[in-house]
């Protein structure tokens, strides 16, 4: 079946540092690519998507590539603040249908220190 | 433009009684959700909503999980009788298939502890 697989976390970096995320898949056809993000007491966000072989998704300094021939979603940022600390999860939704359900990876803590 | 709404955002009982679980989604949006969250993983689905008719409960248990849309609105999710296993935060969200590339938006959550 359809899965996602994300890099173990906790991720520690210091204010300012560079970001790195990883989201591998694997699914039949063409699906969807999203990153959520849960910030602490609060319900999940959408962060950014990609819904297409070779497309970005941008939002808040964050950005991922839709890769196919490595099945990867990895998620990247120059610049960490403090305020970025949170949960991230990758998820697809399947090709097929629009509302199709999500499917997540386990999600990965990211705290940022000053 | 009002979220997905969910009450309570917390509840605790103890093993074999009954829980409800409460969801108002976004305004228009046809299509909901309710997403089992277990500490450390990520949401899993337990049933899709087209309007009040179901569209998918593979994942449900169905000897103890139930859920309804009636009037294709609000929704409501209960457990009958609660496990030990079953202390999660179960989220709702709801989509418009129409718009929005199919979107889905997140309430806050319901934490259940099952003591």
């Known amino acids: 079946g359809n899965s996602v697989t994300q890099m173990e976390g906790p991720v520690t970096l210091s204010e300012e540092a560079f970001l790195t995320i990883n989201c591998t898949y694997t699914?039949?056809?063409?699906?969807?690519l999203f990153w959520y993000v849960q910030y602490p007491g609060e319900g999940l966000q959408l962060l950014l998507k990609a819904t297409k072989a070779d497309d970005k998704g941008s939002n808040k300094g964050f950005e991922a590539t839709y890769r196919k021939e490595t099945t990867s979603f990895h998620l990247e940022k120059g610049s960490v603040q403090v305020s970025d600390s949170a949960v991230y999860f990758c998820a697809l939704r399947e090709s097929s249908s629009n509302t199709g359900k999500l499917i997540f990876g386990q999600g990965t803590t990211l705290q940022v220190k000053p | 433009e009002a979220g997905v709404a969910q009450s309570p955002r917390y509840k605790i009982i103890e093993k074999r009684q009954s829980v409800a679980f409460w969801c108002n989604p976004i305004s228009g949006h046809a299509t909901l959700y309710w997403y089992q969250q277990i500490l450390g993983q990520g949401p899993k689905l337990l049933i899709q909503f087209q309007n009040n008719g179901v569209v998918d409960d593979s994942q449900l248990p169905k000897d103890r999980f139930s859920a309804e849309r009636l009037k294709g609105v609000d929704s409501t999710l209960k457990i009958q009788p609660a496990k030990l296993e079953d202390s999660a935060v179960y989220l709702c969200?709801?989509?418009?298939?129409?718009?929005?590339?199919?979107?889905?938006?997140f309430g806050p959550g319901t934490r259940l502890l099952v003591l």
């Open positions: 699914a039949t056809g063409y699906p969807s």
């Open positions: 969200a709801s989509t418009n298939p129409t718009s929005g590339g199919g979107t889905q938006y």
